[in-house]
């Protein structure tokens, strides 16, 4: 698979289970699921679309290969959060697809910025935000992970 052949689509129920799996196995694996993974994983319409959010998943040949979400903040502002893709899919621009399409939503919603939290052990994700253009946030921030050691943003 290549980044020219995934393909984007928004939240649809259909999705939800690997919208879960993709994530619960990359936390798993490097860390401890948290009560806040378990809420947003498993409740994305209530925790993330009911409140004015997106998801969206990276399709190959009709396969679910990646995910990530838009979670409302405020009237001017996104977290992207719940990034994964799959493990063998992983370094072929999936990712950046998901970002840019992210990216792209969060403006025609009218947000001004868009942050995250992340682990400086992920270096492959880290890479690919400063390359779209996020940088560290002032002053730091906080996040309701404990994993979570780096705030970036991005101004839209």
Not at 83 to 110: F, I, N, P, Y
């Amino acid at each position: 698979m290549t980044a020219s052949t995934c393909s984007i689509v928004t939240f649809d129920t259909r999705y939800r289970a690997d919208f879960a799996r993709l994530n619960y196995a990359w936390i798993t694996q490097l860390f401890a699921v948290e009560p806040p993974d378990q809420r947003l994983l498993d409740h994305p319409e209530h925790e993330i679309i009911a409140h004015g959010g997106e998801i969206f998943f990276a399709l190959s040949e009709g396969k679910v290969v990646g995910t990530v979400a838009l979670k409302r903040e405020d009237d001017t502002t996104f977290e992207l959060t719940k990034m994964a893709v799959d493990e063998s899919m992983r370094g072929q621009g999936c990712g950046k697809v998901l970002l840019h399409a992210a990216l792209e939503h969060a403006r025609t919603q009218g947000a001004k910025r868009v942050v995250l939290s992340s682990h400086t052990s992920l270096i492959p994700a880290i890479a690919m935000y400063r390359k779209a253009g996020f940088i560290e946030r002032d002053g730091g921030g906080e996040s309701c992970y404990s994993r979570c050691n780096t705030f970036l943003e991005k101004d839209l």
